[in-house]
């Protein structure tokens, strides 16, 4: 059974920096892209951050653009997204989504899902 599982989420304050991880479990992502959504409260789910299995190639929502980065490690299996100069409307649910069948900002076209980490930015 394929997992994903997300950490490092908590609360921190407006300026600061947090870097989640997401580790699967079930089989290797090395080749398959991966990427990184999040849900605030009362909001639909959106696309935060892609990056593709030959990485670099890596692309970001314009809400997060030049404050985030994505990365990540194959021989840990690991990916990771280093979030920069937080602010309260990064509060959400952040989750991690591996193997894309379709366009990279539709939620429709990733075949897994974690169960997501909450990130609080207080002001």
């Known amino acids: 059974q394929v997992q994903l599982v997300e950490s490092g989420g908590g609360l921190v304050q407006a300026g600061d920096s947090l870097t989640l991880s997401c580790t699967p479990s079930?089989?290797?992502?090395?080749?398959?892209?991966m990427a990184w959504f999040r849900q605030a409260p009362g909001k639909e789910r959106e696309f935060v951050a892609y990056?593709?299995?030959?990485?670099?190639?890596?692309y970001f929502g314009e809400a997060v653009k030049g404050r985030f980065t994505v990365s990540r490690d194959n021989a840990k299996n690991t990916l990771y997204l280093q979030m920069n100069s937080l602010k309260p409307e990064d509060t959400a649910v952040y989750y991690c989504?591996?193997?894309?069948?379709?366009?990279?900002?539709?939620?429709?076209?990733?075949?897994?899902w974690g169960q997501g980490t909450q990130v609080t930015v207080s002001s």
């Open positions: 989504a591996a193997h894309l069948n379709g366009y990279y900002t539709h939620l429709n076209a990733w075949t897994y």
């Open positions: 079930g089989r290797t992502f090395s080749t398959d892209s």
């Open positions: 990056s593709h299995w030959s990485a670099p190639t890596t």
